[in-house]
Protein backbone atom coordinates (compact mmCIF):
# COMPACT_ATOMS: atom_id res chain seq x y z
CA UNK A 1 0.00 0.00 0.00
CA UNK A 2 1.43 3.37 -0.37
CA UNK A 3 1.65 5.25 2.92
CA UNK A 4 0.77 9.44 3.13
CA UNK A 5 2.47 11.15 5.75
CA UNK A 6 1.00 14.48 6.15
CA UNK A 7 3.44 17.36 7.98
CA UNK A 8 3.61 19.28 9.81
CA UNK A 9 1.01 17.82 12.35
CA UNK A 10 -0.09 20.80 13.75
CA UNK A 11 -0.11 24.29 12.02
CA UNK A 12 -0.04 27.11 14.48
CA UNK A 13 -1.64 30.22 12.22
CA UNK A 14 -3.47 33.22 13.03
CA UNK A 15 -6.76 34.29 10.67
CA UNK A 16 -5.39 36.27 7.45
CA UNK A 17 -2.33 34.53 7.39
CA UNK A 18 -1.41 31.69 4.52
CA UNK A 19 -1.60 27.66 5.37
CA UNK A 20 0.95 25.48 3.46
CA UNK A 21 0.15 21.92 4.00
CA UNK A 22 2.29 18.85 2.50
CA UNK A 23 1.42 15.60 1.74
CA UNK A 24 4.37 12.74 0.70
CA UNK A 25 3.71 9.38 -0.41
CA UNK A 26 6.11 6.59 -0.35
CA UNK A 27 5.62 5.40 -3.98
CA UNK A 28 4.65 7.70 -7.08
CA UNK A 29 0.93 8.55 -7.15
CA UNK A 30 -0.45 7.55 -10.75
CA UNK A 31 -2.11 10.32 -12.30
CA UNK A 32 -1.88 12.94 -9.93
CA UNK A 33 -4.40 10.76 -8.23
CA UNK A 34 -4.84 12.62 -4.95
CA UNK A 35 -7.32 14.62 -2.98
CA UNK A 36 -7.76 16.49 -0.11
CA UNK A 37 -10.42 16.59 2.82
CA UNK A 38 -11.26 19.41 5.28
CA UNK A 39 -13.16 17.82 8.74
CA UNK A 40 -14.40 19.97 11.19
CA UNK A 41 -14.95 19.11 14.75
CA UNK A 42 -18.04 16.79 14.94
CA UNK A 43 -18.43 16.89 10.99
CA UNK A 44 -18.30 14.76 8.25
CA UNK A 45 -14.85 14.98 5.83
CA UNK A 46 -15.96 17.72 2.77
CA UNK A 47 -13.79 16.93 -0.17
CA UNK A 48 -11.79 19.83 -0.83
CA UNK A 49 -9.35 19.01 -4.21
CA UNK A 50 -9.10 16.11 -6.24
CA UNK A 51 -6.58 15.60 -9.08
CA UNK A 52 -3.86 17.10 -7.04
CA UNK A 53 -5.42 20.37 -8.24
CA UNK A 54 -8.95 20.53 -8.89
CA UNK A 55 -11.36 22.31 -6.32
CA UNK A 56 -14.28 20.59 -5.50
CA UNK A 57 -17.70 22.22 -6.10
CA UNK A 58 -18.28 25.00 -3.91
CA UNK A 59 -14.78 25.41 -2.42
CA UNK A 60 -13.28 29.04 -2.52
CA UNK A 61 -10.52 29.91 -4.35
CA UNK A 62 -8.40 30.38 -1.45
CA UNK A 63 -7.49 26.84 -1.34
CA UNK A 64 -5.47 25.89 -3.98
CA UNK A 65 -3.64 22.27 -4.54
CA UNK A 66 -0.57 21.59 -6.51
CA UNK A 67 2.32 18.36 -6.92
CA UNK A 68 2.80 15.11 -8.59
CA UNK A 69 4.68 11.87 -8.44
CA UNK A 70 5.38 11.56 -4.35
CA UNK A 71 5.10 15.85 -3.34
CA UNK A 72 1.53 17.10 -3.09
CA UNK A 73 0.29 20.77 -1.12
CA UNK A 74 -2.54 21.76 -0.01
CA UNK A 75 -2.31 26.01 0.01
CA UNK A 76 -4.93 28.15 1.64
CA UNK A 77 -4.06 31.65 0.71
CA UNK A 78 -5.96 33.51 4.07
CA UNK A 79 -6.79 31.81 6.66
CA UNK A 80 -10.60 32.67 7.45
CA UNK A 81 -12.27 31.44 11.19
CA UNK A 82 -13.58 28.51 9.43
CA UNK A 83 -10.74 27.08 8.08
CA UNK A 84 -9.17 26.10 11.74
CA UNK A 85 -10.14 22.17 11.21
CA UNK A 86 -7.76 18.83 10.25
CA UNK A 87 -7.26 18.75 7.03
CA UNK A 88 -6.68 15.12 5.42
CA UNK A 89 -4.72 13.55 1.66
CA UNK A 90 -6.17 10.46 0.22
CA UNK A 91 -4.47 9.14 -2.73
CA UNK A 92 -6.71 7.12 -5.15
CA UNK A 93 -4.15 5.94 -8.02
CA UNK A 94 -3.59 2.56 -6.62
CA UNK A 95 -6.54 -0.27 -6.13
CA UNK A 96 -6.22 0.34 -2.43
CA UNK A 97 -6.49 3.76 -1.40
CA UNK A 98 -4.96 5.22 1.47
CA UNK A 99 -5.53 8.30 3.99
CA UNK A 100 -2.81 10.37 5.33
CA UNK A 101 -2.71 11.23 9.12
CA UNK A 102 -3.64 14.43 8.90
CA UNK A 103 -2.62 17.96 9.92
CA UNK A 104 -4.96 19.92 12.44
CA UNK A 105 -4.72 23.61 11.67
CA UNK A 106 -5.19 25.60 14.87
CA UNK A 107 -5.81 28.95 15.93
CA UNK A 108 -2.31 31.27 17.17
CA UNK B 1 -30.09 16.19 -4.43
CA UNK B 2 -27.46 13.28 -3.42
CA UNK B 3 -27.74 11.66 0.07
CA UNK B 4 -26.08 8.69 1.66
CA UNK B 5 -28.32 7.85 4.75
CA UNK B 6 -26.69 5.46 6.68
CA UNK B 7 -28.47 3.25 9.62
CA UNK B 8 -28.08 4.29 13.16
CA UNK B 9 -25.41 3.43 15.77
CA UNK B 10 -24.80 -0.09 16.80
CA UNK B 11 -22.88 -1.82 20.24
CA UNK B 12 -22.06 -4.82 20.29
CA UNK B 13 -19.83 -7.50 22.28
CA UNK B 14 -16.39 -8.69 21.09
CA UNK B 15 -16.04 -11.80 18.57
CA UNK B 16 -20.08 -10.75 17.23
CA UNK B 17 -20.65 -8.81 13.90
CA UNK B 18 -22.25 -5.59 12.82
CA UNK B 19 -23.62 -4.70 9.40
CA UNK B 20 -24.00 -1.22 8.73
CA UNK B 21 -26.57 -0.02 5.77
CA UNK B 22 -26.15 3.16 3.06
CA UNK B 23 -29.06 4.24 1.58
CA UNK B 24 -28.36 6.25 -1.48
CA UNK B 25 -30.77 9.01 -2.96
CA UNK B 26 -30.41 11.87 -5.99
CA UNK B 27 -28.60 9.82 -8.55
CA UNK B 28 -28.12 6.93 -10.36
CA UNK B 29 -27.04 4.30 -7.69
CA UNK B 30 -24.88 2.21 -10.23
CA UNK B 31 -23.15 5.00 -11.65
CA UNK B 32 -21.05 5.75 -8.72
CA UNK B 33 -18.66 3.13 -6.71
CA UNK B 34 -19.08 3.25 -3.11
CA UNK B 35 -16.46 3.30 -0.23
CA UNK B 36 -16.30 2.71 3.44
CA UNK B 37 -14.17 4.91 5.69
CA UNK B 38 -13.41 4.21 9.28
CA UNK B 39 -12.21 6.80 11.90
CA UNK B 40 -11.50 5.64 15.84
CA UNK B 41 -12.32 8.41 18.27
CA UNK B 42 -9.62 11.10 17.71
CA UNK B 43 -8.25 9.32 15.10
CA UNK B 44 -7.73 10.04 11.52
CA UNK B 45 -9.48 8.59 8.64
CA UNK B 46 -8.62 4.61 7.75
CA UNK B 47 -9.75 3.01 4.38
CA UNK B 48 -11.82 0.22 4.43
CA UNK B 49 -12.87 -1.19 0.88
CA UNK B 50 -15.07 -0.20 -1.98
CA UNK B 51 -17.52 -1.66 -3.74
CA UNK B 52 -18.50 -1.46 -7.40
CA UNK B 53 -22.89 -1.43 -7.46
CA UNK B 54 -23.13 -2.48 -10.85
CA UNK B 55 -21.44 -5.91 -10.75
CA UNK B 56 -20.66 -6.44 -7.45
CA UNK B 57 -17.20 -6.62 -7.41
CA UNK B 58 -15.33 -5.49 -4.27
CA UNK B 59 -11.59 -4.37 -3.24
CA UNK B 60 -10.79 -4.60 0.44
CA UNK B 61 -8.01 -3.00 2.31
CA UNK B 62 -5.17 -5.80 3.45
CA UNK B 63 -5.95 -4.91 6.80
CA UNK B 64 -9.84 -5.74 6.90
CA UNK B 65 -9.35 -8.61 3.88
CA UNK B 66 -11.31 -12.03 5.73
CA UNK B 67 -12.93 -9.74 8.21
CA UNK B 68 -15.14 -7.48 6.49
CA UNK B 69 -17.51 -7.91 3.42
CA UNK B 70 -19.28 -4.92 1.22
CA UNK B 71 -22.73 -5.93 -0.77
CA UNK B 72 -25.16 -4.18 -2.50
CA UNK B 73 -28.86 -4.04 -3.39
CA UNK B 74 -29.51 -2.48 -6.43
CA UNK B 75 -33.44 -2.62 -6.09
CA UNK B 76 -33.39 -0.59 -2.85
CA UNK B 77 -30.29 1.73 -3.90
CA UNK B 78 -28.25 0.60 -0.44
CA UNK B 79 -24.78 -0.79 0.17
CA UNK B 80 -23.94 -2.91 3.14
CA UNK B 81 -20.48 -3.03 5.29
CA UNK B 82 -20.19 -6.32 7.17
CA UNK B 83 -17.27 -6.50 10.05
CA UNK B 84 -17.24 -9.58 11.88
CA UNK B 85 -14.45 -11.18 14.38
CA UNK B 86 -14.94 -7.47 15.82
CA UNK B 87 -12.69 -6.08 18.66
CA UNK B 88 -12.67 -3.21 21.03
CA UNK B 89 -9.92 -1.14 18.18
CA UNK B 90 -12.88 -1.62 16.29
CA UNK B 91 -14.86 1.39 17.86
CA UNK B 92 -15.15 4.02 15.60
CA UNK B 93 -17.45 5.99 12.89
CA UNK B 94 -18.29 3.89 10.09
CA UNK B 95 -19.14 6.09 7.11
CA UNK B 96 -20.09 5.29 3.61
CA UNK B 97 -18.88 7.44 0.37
CA UNK B 98 -19.27 8.14 -3.02
CA UNK B 99 -16.19 7.62 -5.13
CA UNK B 100 -15.41 6.19 -7.73
CA UNK B 101 -11.92 8.08 -7.05
CA UNK B 102 -12.28 11.11 -5.00
CA UNK B 103 -14.98 11.18 -2.39
CA UNK B 104 -18.09 13.53 -3.29
CA UNK B 105 -20.81 12.90 -0.60
CA UNK B 106 -20.25 10.97 2.04
CA UNK B 107 -23.10 8.84 4.63
CA UNK B 108 -23.62 11.18 8.34
CA UNK B 109 -21.68 8.19 9.49
CA UNK B 110 -23.05 5.38 12.40
CA UNK B 111 -20.93 4.65 15.43
CA UNK B 112 -20.37 0.98 16.00
CA UNK B 113 -19.02 0.67 19.55
CA UNK B 114 -17.30 -2.44 21.12
CA UNK B 115 -17.31 -3.42 24.92
CA UNK B 116 -17.52 -6.14 26.90
Known amino acids: DIVLTQSPDTLSLSPGERATLSCRAS???????LAWYQQRPGQTPRLLIY???RRATGIPDRFSGSGSGTDFTLTISRLEPEDFAVYYCQQYGSSRQTFGQGTKVEIK | QVQLVQSGAEVKKPGASVKVSCKASGYTFTNYFMHWVRQAPGQGLEWMGI????????TYALKFQGRVTMTRDTFTSTVYMELGSLRSEDTAIYYCARGPAALDFWGQGTLVTVYS
Open chain 1, 51 to 53: DAS
Open chain 1, 27 to 33: QSVTGRY
Open chain 2, 51 to 58: INPTGGAT
